[in-house]
């Protein structure tokens, strides 16, 4: 944990080398530890970090790996923030109705559980209004609506195949 927590300063800083070496360490030890909790945070940290660097597949594979860990271990709160970090690579995809159904998936996950323990040792990805008027302004009213809609009428398992099926629309 404290190779994520000394990364999460250096990716403040710009340092997104720096932190994607600690994070990596920290998942090493996290795996080597058996320790979900430790995973959890290491992927999305280093997801972030790979993301900054501007490796987006490397990113999206990590943001899987922890969305089917949350998944497995019905971690909905952890599953909701993977959700909303994955709707951020889509929109950086210029896919922005993927987005906004991602983000509405994890929107509906955290009213359902609250808030859980990950947004205690992670940053979380960018998800509030000024995120969604943002992609809201990329395309159509109805088209956001649509999106919207499909994104939080899935649940767990749908929204878990939506976020991995790349070839998805709403």
Known sequence: MASNFIGQ????RGDHHGAAGLFTDGLSAAHHAADRFATLISLYD???SRQEQGDLDDAADLLRQGLLLAAEAGDEPSLA???EAMAGLAARHDRPRRAIALLAAA???LEATGSGW???YVPRAPHGPDTLAGLRARGADADFQQAWTHGR?????GAVRYAL???EQP
Not at 9 to 12: C, M, R, V
């Open 165 to 167: 099926d790349q070839q």
């Open 107 to 109: 929107s509906a996950r």
């Open 81 to 83: 923030y993977y959700l």
């Open 118 to 120: 990950l947004h205690a």
């Open 46 to 48: 280093l997801a972030r």
């Open 9 to 12: 300063i250096k990716l403040s």
């Open 153 to 157: 009428s899935l649940t767990v398992p």
